[in-house]
């Protein structure tokens, strides 16, 4: 995919040339002022005239008549050095690679050099490249017969430093590229239909996963589910023809089994409300209902390829919710694997019960700090819009280290808050110790309320991701559909974690 190329030649020859300007570039320089020479100073009157612009993300391409060996150059404005981040770089990245795709290239140059800023280094933009490069030009294939002609895409990128070596930008390109393809590895396993992607399904993929990576890999049948007395889990599936698979994944980055990071994804391939069902409109789209599910295997996909000194269990309960004879009922009383007994008052809050008994299971893997990631509530679209993943915790400084990790990402979080209120409203039942709805009025606190009841004292961070697992709308890194959010958040927060002075 990348060839990371040293001498930058004009007369090299390419389908394409990407080239960044910073709008401080009046005049060009260097080997754009080469450039500029070779047509004959028309590129600086092009600059002029506003043909080409240096406005962030304004992407202009010009043909090149033969002039230099590049067929066609595009121009990636990047606007004032000193407003331009991370995250707009790849996002500049990601038009311009769309733009690119397009226009049916298989092969195209970049000049890396020309996007450094005094902020950003060479390794910097080799990293938001690659991953850009993964995220924008991604597409789901879906199932109809007749697909148009086959999707040209870039298969070779040519990537010319003169200023940083070129081992680097190659190892740079690769963890960026790792990044972006988990992250579509998540949006894929999201797209994919209930009927195409059951829990059984699911386990596959994780074991697929496992044996690539070398992870230690057990899934939880029934029969064992049971056994340990995983009562909530076990209760979201009963009405399912679908038997249940609770999967964990672990990987071992340390000498000892300790300081170990859980991550728990629900992982609901079809929420169709059970009894407490849903209507005919917000029944659509349930099959995102694995959004957590797939934001940790993608996590995990990045884990594998960057090996970090971290150690990891990745626990993943999952099964649909459907109606049947045999469903549970509001009103039941369940009894989860921590003991704790559970008032069922709507079976459309079935993310909080198989999340119940995967974080206690996360525990008894030697979890000792724990993220949970869930598509959890629709009332956190209420809170924070389709932009926001809500977050909830019971620990301050570790909910930082995750903070980090997701601004790092460009994945937006705010913290919710998680009052005594909360917890004595799902502590409140004549019957159990906890109900499962306690009423729709800041229905996100109490699903992350309740989640924590089972995080106990261990230290722990909830991510609701109702708003965020999927966009109707396209967007520079990314097509309409799933986001895979998340899955970079959670593999940089993994790669940085410092363990929590006790
Ligand atoms: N999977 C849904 C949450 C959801 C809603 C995800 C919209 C994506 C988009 C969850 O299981 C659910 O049904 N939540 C209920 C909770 C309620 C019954 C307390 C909800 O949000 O309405
Ligand atoms: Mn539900
Ligand atoms: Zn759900």
Redesign the pocket.
Known sequence: MFAVKKEFELANVHEGLVIGLLDKQEKFAGNLAKLDAEFNGQLTELVKSGDISAKLKSISKVHSFGKIGSKRVWFVGLGKEKELTFEKLKEAFGKVFKNVTANKLEETAIYLDSFITEELDGLDAAHALSEALALATYQFEGYKQKSNEPEKRIEQLNVYSELFAEEDVQVSLSVGYAFGKAANSARTLVNTPGNLLTATDMANYAMELGAKYDFEVEILEKAEIEKLGMGAFLAVNQGSTEPPKMIVLKYQGKDEWKDVIGLVGKG?TF?T?GY?IKTKAGIV??K??MGGAAAVLGAMEIIGETRPEQNVVAVIPSTDNMISGGAFKPDDVITSMSGKTIEVL?T????RLVLADAVTYAKHHGAEYLVDVA?????V?TALGLHTTGAMTNHESLYEQVLEASMEAGEQMWLLPLFESEKERVRNSKVADLNN?PG?EG?ALV?GAFIGEFAEGTPWVHLDI?GTAVTSKAYDLGPAGATGVMTRTLALFVERFEPIEK
């Open positions: 609901i929420d409300g407490s789209g349930m995102t209902d709507n459309d809050a079935e993310g598509t959890l509530t629709g009332g679209i709805s729709s229905h699903a109702a």
